[in-house]
C-alpha cells in the first residue's frame, strides 16, 4: 500500500507527506492520549513542555540512571508496538494554503470526499499507526478531529489532501 498522501489544490507548496516515517516523529501521540482528549491544550502543551525539559535536564547534567538501558528498550518496544496519531496543521501550515482555500477534502481511497472547514482540517490529526503496523487495510491514514468527535468513528482510506 502506498502511504504518500498529497497536499495540494490551493496552496503556495504542493507537498507530499510520507506516513510510514512518521513513527520517528517527535509531533506523534498516542492514540490512547489523544482520546483521552482534554479541551485544554494548555495543559496538554505543558505536560509535553515539563518532559522536554526533564529530558533535556537528564542530557544536560549527564545523569544516566542504571536503568536507562532497559528504558530506552521498553521505549522503543513501546513505540514499535503503540498507536499513533499526529496533527495535521503543522503539514498543512507548511504548504500554505491560499486566502481562497477555506476547506479541505479529504480524498480517500474508495473515492468518496469528505469536506472540512480549513479550522477543523487545522485542529485535526492523522492516524498513522495502529500496534505498532501502519495501516494497510483501511489506510494510509485515518482522521480525528481534533475535539475527538469522531473517535470511535474515524474517517478511513485518506489518501490525498486537497484546500479548495
Known sequence: ???IIPIKGKVTYPITLDASVWIFDDRKIEL???LKFNSSSDENENDYIKAQSERWEQERTGIKP??????????KEKILNGSYVIPLEPFLSN????TEGN?????TTDDEHIVLSIDEALNGFLGFAINGKPLK???????YHGDGANA?????????ITII
Open 1 to 3: 500500500m502506498e502511504t
Open 32 to 34: 490512547e492520549e489523544f
Open 66 to 75: 542504571p536503568i536507562n538501558q532497559s528504558i530506552k528498550r521498553f521505549e
Open 95 to 98: 504548504a500554505e494554503p491560499l
Open 103 to 107: 476547506h479541505v477534502q479529504l480524498e
Open 137 to 143: 487495510d483501511d489506510g494510509p491514514v485515518h482522521f
Open 152 to 160: 470511535a468513528e474515524p474517517f478511513k482510506n485518506i489518501c490525498a
